[in-house]
């Protein structure tokens, strides 16, 4: 055991003699050690990284510092794999370093021995745009390195990580939800279940300037009128302290579901003055539009419709779902220890041909489920769960079309031919052709004429 401490403090002496960043994990996925250059780079101290547990997703909550979530390798380098990847961290100034590495699995008996060695390039790195780079050859590295680059830009300040991507929609929903947490103005979220509504109206709460006041949520498809109208009149004439007045929020989840005699209470509540929150409200309809179909109150409408936010479908943003999959791929990582790069592009095309009805909430359970049964680096095509296949089964092998008879034409087709056939054996005589069919002469005549086998006679 004494010479295998010697041998580390020895290892040690001579990596803080390199000019190199270089870091070890053990076998924990905690950092053992970092040499001085590796510790000037990243501008903290041995005693503030020495510990902390990578992990490869956002920061676990109450981790000590954001570094380690940034210096964690790729899976594969856990698993034994020597590699190359790209890790960094957020500096004290606010800048994002950046610079690629050379993961080294270490192998040594004893329970000393480190996991793994990363090598650290000396210059910062630049990702290529539009190229794929090296230093991310995986389509899952190089989505992982695109979230962690949107987490500094924009989710750190506002808490959008369920609004990533780049389609057009979600960009637009991104600086509406910017707009109104700059705002006091009340905001109705609009959107299908399972798009997010209660998660962006928790985010223009908390993402404001000043969220020093409470998030009261209301359900209206639960709360009776009498218990919604209490509820409010104590919020109103409640005296919240100087420092929290005017930054708190009530939140009316499902305000499109409000009986109407609820919609009366909050419309006077909320017309009276001096109400002390902000109102923000989730429905899946416009209200608006609601009003003008006579379905809603007209004046709580445009009260609570200041700001209107619009949330697409998952099926009206499909570019976005190999990005919200590496998200929730990345969070199922800091949840338990496991650790999965991400999925297969076999896997991402067929989450790409599902319908997704519970948009983004469905996603987030079936990328749950395919991480618990993964058990390799990726997620592949047979760890998804039994709907994507049913659904991918069903598109390959559609069902026919079932033909609607209806019986008056379908008897009709049976008893044409059989005149057409009653006459060819009677060689064209109608009077023996109606005794074959057991009809008189003249009924055979006008069924032949119905059908278009004979001229009417004039």
């Given at each position: 055991m004494a010479r295998g401490r010697t041998d580390a403090k020895e290892l040690a002496r001579l990596l803080d003699a390199v000019a190199q960043p270089v870091y070890v994990l053990d076998e924990e996925q905690a950092i053992a050690f970092c040499n001085q250059a590796c510790l000037d780079w990243l501008g903290c101290t041995a005693e503030a990284i020495h510990g902390q547990r990578c992990v490869y997703g956002p920061s676990a909550e109450g981790a000590k510092?954001?570094?380690?979530?940034?210096?964690?390798?790729?899976?594969?380098?856990l698993r034994g794999q020597e590699m190359e990847g790209v890790?960094?961290?957020?500096?004290?100034d606010g800048r994002l370093t950046r610079r690629r590495a050379r993961f080294v699995p270490l192998r040594g008996e004893g329970e000393l021995s480190p996991a793994l060695m990363v090598l650290v390039d000396s210059a910062e790195w630049t990702e290529p745009d539009g190229q794929p780079s090296p230093a991310c050859p995986s389509e899952a590295a190089q989505l992982h390195e695109r979230?962690?680059?949107?987490?500094?830009?924009?989710?750190?300040?506002?808490?959008?990580?369920?609004?990533?991507?780049?389609?057009?929609a979600i960009r637009r929903v991104r600086s509406q939800i910017e707009l109104a947490a700059g705002s006091r103005a009340s905001v109705v979220i609009i959107g299908p279940p399972g798009s997010g509504r209660q998660h962006a109206a928790q985010t223009i709460h908390y993402a404001a300037a000043e969220s020093t006041g409470p998030l009261v949520p209301l359900a209206c498809t639960v709360l009776a009128a009498d218990l919604i109208a209490s509820t409010l009149a104590a919020i109103a004439s409640q005296r919240f302290p100087q420092e929290v007045s005017?930054?708190?929020?009530?939140?009316?989840?499902?305000?499109?579901?409000?009986?109407?005699e609820s919609q009366a209470e909050v419309a006077r509540v909320l017309a009276g003055k001096r109400f002390p929150l902000r109102v923000v409200a989730t429905a899946r309809e416009g209200l608006i539009?609601?009003?003008?179909?006579?379905?809603?109150?007209?004046?709580?409408?445009?009260a609570l419709s200041t700001l209107v936010i619009r949330l697409p479908s998952l099926a009206e943003r499909r570019a976005d779902i190999p990005h919200l999959a590496q998200l929730f791929v990345?969070?199922?990582?800091?949840?338990s220890g496991k650790q999965i790069a991400g999925l297969s592009a076999e896997a991402l095309d067929r989450l790409d041909a599902y319908p997704w009805p519970g948009n983004v909430d469905e996603l987030s359970r079936v990328i749950d489920e395919a991480h618990r049964a993964a058990e390799g680096v990726e997620i592949v095509v047979g760890d998804l769960p039994q709907p994507i296949h049913l659904a991918h089964a069903a598109a390959v092998h559609p069902r026919r079309p079932e033909e609607t008879i209806v019986l008056e034409h379908f008897l009709a087709r049976i008893e044409r031919e059989l005149l057409v056939r009653a006459l060819e054996r009677a060689k064209g005589n109608k009077t023996k052709a109606a005794k074959l069919l057991g009809m008189t002469r003249p009924r055979l005549y006008r069924r032949l004429v119905q059908f278009g086998l004979e001229e009417p006679q004039t």
């Open positions: 510092e954001p570094v380690a979530a940034g210096l964690c390798p790729p899976p594969g380098a890790v960094g961290a957020t500096l004290a979230l962690r680059r949107f987490r500094h830009q924009r989710a750190g300040q506002y808490r959008l990580d369920r609004f990533v991507g780049d389609s057009p005017g930054h708190g929020t009530l939140l009316l989840n499902d305000v499109d579901q409000l009986a109407p539009d609601l009003a003008r179909q006579d379905k809603y109150r007209e004046d709580l409408a445009s990345e969070e199922a990582n800091v949840r």
